[in-house]
Structures are given as C-alpha cells and as structure tokens.
C-alpha cells in the first residue's frame, strides 16, 4: 500500500508562486507514475499534472500549462508542483495521486480517472 502526504500549500495573493511536495512512501516510488489533482467546493476533483515513473515525460492541463511544473525526484521519494503565476480561479485543494504501479517507464496518466490512490491533500488558496 502506497502512502502520500502532500505539503506546501497556503494563502497567496494572484501571479505569487508556490511549491506542492508529496511525500510518498510504502513502496517503491519508481514504480509509480504520479501526477497531481485538484478540487474546489462544489467541483468535481480535476486532473492537474502528471508524470511518468522515470520522469522523462510530462503532461498537463489545459488550464495550467505553461504555469506549473511537476517533477519528482526517485532518490527522495518526492514529488512537487511548482505553480507560477497563480490566479484566483487555482484555489483549490490540492492532491498528490500514484498510478497503479509498474505501467511502462514512460507512460504518462492523462485524466483523474488513471489514478488509483491519492494522499489527504493541501489546500491552496489564492487571494486577488
């Protein structure tokens, strides 16, 4: 079983920066694509970020490409989310989801649906 604590969240005010991490332990974090989620009362929980297992490849929301940047580092069984540029519309809780593990090094999840576990989340909200 695949453990995730996410860290980092806050209150920011808009076009502020901030840095998601994902602790993940429990099993071999190479084994797992990650990516990140996110919800907003009332929302459905939405597909943010993604990254295959070796983290060569990435893939992002519409919504967010071009402002954030997922990456992991296997050494620390780590994963981040760095946000730029942020606007009020990202405030949302934010969660760090793992793929079932040992798909192929480079896949990458491309939807909420691909996931199969997730951590408790972190909220982040952003002030105008």
């Known amino acids: 079983q695949v453990r995730l604590v996410e860290s980092g969240g806050g209150l920011v005010q808009a076009g502020d920066s901030l840095t998601l991490s994902c602790a993940v332990s429990g099993r071999t974090f190479s084994d797992y694509a990650m990516g990140w989620l996110r919800q907003a009362p009332g929302q459905e929980r939405d597909f943010v970020a993604a990254?295959?297992?070796?983290?060569?490849?990435?893939y992002y929301a519409d919504s967010v490409k071009g402002r954030f940047t997922i990456s992991r580092d296997n050494a620390k069984n780590t994963l981040y989310l760095r946000m730029n540029s942020l606007k009020p519309e990202d405030t949302a809780g934010y969660y760090c989801?793992?793929?079932?593990?040992?798909?192929?090094?480079?896949?990458?999840?491309?939807?909420?649906?691909?996931?199969?576990?997730w951590g408790q989340g972190t909220q982040v909200t952003v002030s105008s």
């Open positions: 990254i295959s297992r070796i983290g060569e490849h990435t």
């Open positions: 989801a793992a793929a079932p593990p040992s798909a192929g090094a480079y896949w990458v999840p491309r939807g909420s649906s691909a996931f199969a576990s």
